[in-house]
C-alpha cells in the first residue's frame, strides 16, 4: 500500500501563491507517476500535472495550468510539490495527489488509472 498526505492549500488573492506538497511512504517505491489532480465543485476530476519518478523526471502540464504551475520531486524525502503561481479564481478546487506504476513509462492523465491517492487539499482563490 502506498500512502499520500497533501497539504498546503489555503486560501490566497487573485495572482497569489502556493506549494502543495504530496509526503508519500509505505510502497512509495514500487510507483513511477505522480499526479496532482483537482476537482472544482460540480466538476469531474482533472489531471493538473504529472511527474515521472524515473531519471526522465518527464513532467506534463494542463493548457490551464502551463507557465504558472510547477511540479517537483524531492525524492529524499519521497516528497513531490506543486508549485502554483499567478493563481486565478478557476484554480480553486480541491487538490489531490495520487500515485500508480505504469509499465510504459507515460503517466497517465486520467483518474482512472491512479490507484493511490492522498486526502485531498483546498486551495480557494478570491478576486
Known amino acids: 500500500q502506498v500512502q499520500l498526505v497533501e497539504s498546503g492549500g489555503g486560501s490566497v488573492q487573485d495572482g497569489g501563491s502556493l506549494r502543495l506538497s504530496c509526503a508519500a511512504s509505505?510502497?512509495?517505491?514500487?510507483?513511477?507517476?505522480v499526479g496532482w489532480f483537482r476537482q472544482a465543485p460540480g466538476k469531474g476530476r482533472e489531471a493538473v500535472a504529472t511527474?515521472?519518478?524515473?531519471?526522465?523526471?518527464?513532467?506534463y502540464y494542463d493548457d490551464s495550468v502551463k507557465g504558472r504551475f510547477a511540479i517537483s520531486q524531492d525524492s529524499a524525502k519521497n516528497t513531490i510539490y506543486l508549485q502554483m503561481n499567478s493563481l486565478k479564481p478557476d484554480d480553486t478546487a480541491m487538490y489531490y495527489c495520487?500515485?500508480?506504476?505504469?509499465?510504459?513509462?507515460?503517466?497517465?492523465?486520467?483518474?482512472?488509472?491512479?490507484?493511490?491517492w492522498g486526502q485531498g487539499t483546498q486551495v480557494t482563490v478570491s478576486s
Open positions: 495520487a500515485a500508480d506504476f505504469f509499465v510504459t513509462g507515460t503517466c497517465k492523465t486520467t483518474e482512472e488509472f491512479y490507484d493511490y
Open positions: 509505505g510502497d512509495f517505491y514500487r510507483t513511477n507517476c
Open positions: 511527474i515521472y519518478r524515473g531519471s526522465s523526471g518527464a513532467t
